[in-house]
């Protein structure tokens, strides 16, 4: 089994940053799976936002944010981060980390296995 934890989230006015972090812990866990941040604006379906591969050499945003949040992982840590900057009003959703056993890296919330109980990142004007 694997557990996430999200942290890092709150209220930033618009063009601040967060950094958000995922902590991963687990008897099953280990550096070969694949790391994703999703998130989810009240009345909107959840979204991908970030992937990153096992090896750190794959990492792929989506168009909305692309220039302006960054994934990384800690593999000493097994945390991965998502560097939020230039926030926008947009950006205000309730942000989950998720795990996947597909070592390519995806941007499909069905190729994850693991998921996070969310952090809310809320965006003023």
């Known amino acids: 089994q694997v557990q996430l934890v999200e942290s890092g989230g709150g209220l930033v006015q618009a063009g601040g940053s967060l950094r958000l972090s995922c902590a991963a812990s687990g008897r099953t866990f280990n550096r070969y799976y694949t790391m994703g941040w999703f998130r989810q604006a009240p009345g909107k379906e959840r979204e991908f936002v970030a992937t990153?591969?096992?090896?750190?050499?794959?990492?792929y945003n989506t168009d909305s944010v692309k220039g302006r949040f960054t994934i990384s992982r800690d593999y000493a840590r097994n945390t991965v981060y998502l560097q939020m900057n230039s926030l926008k009003p947009e950006d205000t959703a309730v942000y989950y980390c998720?795990?996947?056993?597909?070592?390519?890296?995806?941007?499909?919330?069905?190729?994850?296995?693991?998921w996070g109980q969310g952090t809310q990142v809320t965006v003023s004007s």
């Open positions: 990153i591969n096992w090896s750190s050499s794959r990492t």
């Open positions: 998720a795990a996947s056993k597909d070592l390519g890296g995806s941007n499909s919330e069905e190729a994850y296995d693991y």
